[in-house]
């Protein structure tokens, strides 16, 4: 079994592997970084580190999130191959209050490979309807990567 942390955009749930999340926070303030997309909300200070915090509702439906009680920064440990550092990336959801425990064979291949962003993996089937898990490895694109990890130090120990 395998516990997740689950959001939504818009009308659908999503998964996070609560494995990869270091911790969940209150919407929190954050710095602009000039020159960035609109789905990059800032930079936040975590533990006197510099954390880049993504809006995963402005990158998936063009629409930033909510500002509600239930709307959460999450950081999670975010690197995109197996011999990279892990780093602290934060996360704006929607909605993230509830959890799900579940075996990870419990989610299948949705069949729309290309048809999709690529950091939206399987799809599991509940009393909410399909629930997808996003892969935290694929949610940014090369260049912005680059930009947001300029330095290669890293993620703080916790």
Not at 31 to 56: F, H, S, T
Not at 102 to 126: I, N, W
Not at 143 to 148: G, Q, S
């Amino acid at each position: 079994m395998k516990l997740f942390l689950l959001f939504r955009l818009g009308n659908d749930h999503y998964a996070l592997d609560a494995a990869e999340i270091a911790e969940v926070l209150p919407l929190t303030r954050v710095k602009q970084i000039p020159g960035a997309p609109a789905w990059v909300a800032g930079m936040m200070e975590r533990r006197g580190q510099p954390v880049p915090v993504i809006d995963l509702p402005a990158l998936a439906t063009g629409v930033p999130a909510a500002l509600r009680t239930s709307t959460r920064t999450v950081l999670v440990h975010y690197r995109r191959h197996q011999d990279e550092a892990r780093r602290l990336l934060g996360l704006r959801l929607e909605s993230a209050t509830q959890t799900l425990r579940c075996p990870p064979e419990s989610f299948v291949d949705g069949g729309l490979a290309g048809a999709s962003p690529r950091y939206l993996g399987p799809v599991r089937q509940d009393a909410r309807g399909l629930v997808q898990w996003v892969r935290v490895g694929a949610l940014l694109p090369d260049e912005i990567h680059a930009m947001l990890f300029a330095d290669t130090s890293p993620e703080a120990a916790s």
